[in-house]
């Protein structure tokens, strides 16, 4: 296992809903990514976090917003949901020291009705 | 053109069989390299980085062609624990952290 968690593992919304994922990351690590996976595609970066900042964002829109808190855990919130939004939410830690390598966590699936 | 596009697959193959990916990408800065394995419905896993010089991990062999902007992956005794969803990973670089994902490559091994 990576040490990286994720909750809720599950989670049904509806349209214009909002919805808080969480994530924490694995010991040691201060930077934490967020990513999209649709059914049947690759993760698409949403953004990422290191040391409380936002430090480079995907092609989402500002309804995707983020936190990461001084213990480097970190959550994503979507506002006004769309169907779209259905999807695997994946956080990843990794240790900013020029070593890229992304551990992730289980996911959390989100289903839009 | 997209910014790593991978075989379509799926690929179903027998025990023992020796199975090769590729994949392209189209920023020609991209700094690192990467196979994930993805199993049904969890999250992905690092499988192996690529370099430029090529490396092999057991089974498991990664070359990565800069000039051609090419990547690949070559299973040789395919086990039916290798069924898995493989995904092409690139790191742009230059300062960002963001991981680029092909769509992946689905394996089937077959008894």
């Given amino acids: 296992e990576t040490g990286v968690t994720q909750s809720p593992t599950h989670l049904i919304k509806t349209r214009g809903q909002q919805v808080t994922l969480r994530c924490s990351s694995q010991s040691g690590h201060n930077t934490v990514s967020w990513y999209q996976q649709a059914l ?20 989402f829109p500002p309804r995707f917003s983020g936190l990461q808190f001084p213990n480097y ?32 966590g289980p996911g959390t699936r989100l289903l839009v009705l | 053109r997209k910014e790593v596009e991978q075989d379509p697959g799926p690929f179903n193959v027998p025990e023992g069989a020796t199975v090769a990916f590729n994949c392209t990408y189209s920023n020609s800065a991209s700094q690192s390299f990467f196979w994930y394995r993805q199993d049904c419905r969890k999250e992905p896993k690092l499988l192996m980085s690529v370099y430029s010089s090529g490396n092999e991990d057991g089974r498991f062999t990664a070359q990565l062609n800069r000039a051609s902007q090419y990547i690949s992956l070559l299973i040789r005794d395919s086990k039916l624990s290798d069924s898995a969803t493989y995904l092409c990973v690139v790191n742009p670089g230059a300062g960002s952290y963001q991981l680029t994902f092909g769509k992946g490559t689905k394996l089937s091994v077959i008894p």
């Avoid at chain 1, 939410?89 to 020029?98: D, E, F, I, M, R």
């Fill in chain 1, 40 to 59: 049947g595609q690759g993760p698409q970066f949403i953004f990422q976090y290191y040391r409380e900042e936002e430090n480079g964002r995907g092609n």
């Fill in chain 1, 73 to 104: 855990s970190s959550e994503l919130n979507v506002n006004a949901l769309e169907l779209d939004d259905s999807a695997l939410y994946l956080c990843a830690s990794s240790l900013k020291t020029g070593e890229e390598t992304q551990y992730f």
